[in-house]
């Protein structure tokens, strides 16, 4: 009897969240089709059922982040868009250049987690990236905007530099052996982004 279709989507998420967080752990390079397969309770036949290639996967994983951890993560930091306002992109600031957020390997953003390899890759998986970095760029635009104003290119440069703080804020503590260096980089970068909302 074949499975239905909600089966091989819940198989297809599985697939991509055991990507996800292999990726994350260890780079996409050193981590195998088998390797997620297995992650996932699956075996390796069953992968091109749902993907191309590992490429394939490489872009739904970073694309997936938004909707599955990222909103996780998003929620877990307060940020709510139906409340927009400046206490979004603080929340969203507090929550991104959080310890949390840096010691948790397996949950980081792909942002953060993934900028080499993605570098590395072809135009789907860059593209897949660009759409979350423009996702979080949208977020903290459209709250800069007040309720009676239109969207302005200050309010658009203010938006690129939040994401660029956050983003590269994290990216160099993560990589410092130094816990102190890292936490102060951090902690530079939250409050350089938030001095900018005037709070």
């Given at each position: 009897m074949p499975y239905k279709p909600e089966h091989k989507q819940a198989t297809r998420k599985?697939?991509?969240?055991?990507?996800?967080?292999?990726?994350?752990?260890?780079g996409v390079s050193d981590v195998s089709i088998d390797q997620i397969m297995s992650e996932a309770g699956l075996t390796r036949g069953g992968f091109?059922?749902?993907?191309?290639?590992?490429?394939?996967?490489?872009?739904?994983a970073v694309t997936n982040?938004?909707?599955?951890?990222?909103?996780?993560?998003?929620?877990?930091?307060?940020?709510?868009?139906?409340?927009?306002?400046?206490?979004?992109?603080?929340?969203?600031?507090?929550?991104?250049?959080?310890?949390e957020h840096l010691g948790d390997l397996d949950g980081q953003c792909p942002l953060i987690a993934l900028p080499s390899d993605i570098s590395r890759a072809g135009?789907?998986?860059?593209?897949?990236?660009?759409?979350?970095?423009?996702?979080?760029i949208g977020l903290f635009e459209s709250?800069?905007?007040?309720?009676?104003?239109?969207?302005?290119?200050?309010?658009?440069?203010?938006?690129?530099?939040l994401a660029t703080m956050c983003v590269g804020g994290m990216v160099l503590a993560r990589t410092l052996p130094d816990q102190h260096?890292?936490?102060?980089?951090?902690?530079?970068?939250r409050d350089s982004a938030l001095a900018m909302l005037n709070l």
């Open positions: 599985r697939i991509i969240e055991s990507a996800r967080v292999l990726f994350n752990r260890r091109y059922h749902h993907f191309k290639n590992k490429e394939e996967l490489f872009a739904e982040f938004l909707h599955g951890q990222g909103a996780e993560m998003r929620s877990n930091a307060g940020v709510n868009t139906a409340q927009p306002g400046l206490e979004v992109i603080q929340r969203m600031i507090n929550g991104y250049l959080s310890t135009d789907t998986v860059k593209e897949s990236y660009q759409q979350l970095l423009e996702a979080m709250n800069l905007v007040e309720s009676n104003l239109e969207k302005s290119t200050a309010h658009r440069k203010k938006a690129l530099t260096l890292a936490d102060e980089l951090r902690n530079a970068a």
